[in-house]
């Protein structure tokens, strides 16, 4: 009896002694990344041709180095964007009981990189976890660089999820592939992608040519399944110092002018049968600000 009270005793001590140990070394590391840890606040103030001023993107951004040289970032969307209306007399939500929305997160994403090797072929991993109060939508891509082949990207997705700037409109898994066109053709102002969508059975080629200040793009998509097709055509004008103009036009010669200078955008939303309606003609001013 004195033997196994001695010995759960011993356990008890040691048991004790590594938790503490192990707790201090956690908070430890935890306030350490925390303190290199960095918080950015970003949104874009639009200016409607319809009389409307609205901040239609607000959120704030923390990210700290994870596992060695990855990154976690959590993107925090506060329940609160102001927005003044000249429409039918003036409206706006600037006022006390709005304002308390600002405490309160709409939605929020989180999203994990990491270096590392698959294969033996060195990769990018990200996985993000979005939308997770609303209903979560999450994403993972692969990204390489293969010998012959070139920049090499995999993507999985859910319906609602954010891939390369583009929301899924099902789920998604799909094989991008940027050509090495300089080891094909010997030329650096030409550029492709082919991208393959095994779900939706999307077939998408996109080229893309640089002369001087014009840059030329063209983007085709083929469903192998219903033969559908859809065509889309970008030019980007860089000749005057600081601005940028862009057109872009699908195949209904429907599209937008974009000018850009700094972080303010003209944006003038144009199609064959409507010309330019002045009420969805807008001005763009995106700010950022680090905490």
Not at 118 to 123: S, V
Not at 202 to 225: E, I, P, W
Request: proline fraction near 3%; include cysteine.
């Amino acid at each position: 009896g004195f033997g196994v009270r001695s010995d759960n005793h011993t356990l008890a001590l040691f048991r004790d002694r590594t938790t503490a140990h192990v707790t201090s070394y956690t908070k430890t590391t935890f306030f350490s990344k925390m303190n290199s840890a960095t918080v950015n606040m970003s949104g874009r103030v639009v200016v409607g041709g319809n009389g409307s001023v609205n901040e239609d993107k607000f959120s704030l951004s923390v990210s700290a180095p994870f596992a060695g040289d990855g990154s976690v970032t959590l993107n925090a969307k506060p329940n609160y964007r102001p927005s003044v209306s000249s429409k039918n007399g003036v409206s706006h939500n600037v006022d006390a009981g709005n304002l308390v929305g600002l405490s309160e997160i709409s939605d929020y994403d989180v999203t994990i990189a990491k270096p590392c090797e698959l294969l033996g072929q060195a990769c990018d991993v990200e996985l993000s976890m979005q939308k997770c109060k609303s209903g979560q939508a999450n994403a993972m891509t692969i990204s390489t660089n293969h010998e012959k082949l070139g920049d090499v990207t995999v993507s999985l997705a859910r319906k609602g999820a954010k891939v390369g700037g583009d929301t899924a409109s099902a789920d998604r898994a799909s094989v991008k592939v940027n050509l090495p066109m300089k080891d094909l053709i010997s030329n650096d102002d030409v550029t492709a992608s082919v991208e393959y969508d095994i779900p939706s059975q999307n077939a998408t080629l996109n080229l893309g040519y640089t002369s001087g200040d014009v840059r030329l793009g063209v983007k085709s998509s083929f469903n192998v399944k219903s033969n559908a097709a859809s065509h889309k055509a970008t030019v980007n004008y860089s000749g005057i110092e600081g601005v940028g103009v862009e057109v872009d036009c699908n195949q209904d010669v429907a599209g937008n002018l974009s000018v850009t200078k700094d972080k303010y955008e003209l944006r003038v939303p144009f199609s064959k049968d409507g010309g330019v309606n002045p009420d969805d003609v807008q001005l763009r001013m995106t700010w950022s600000q680090s905490l």
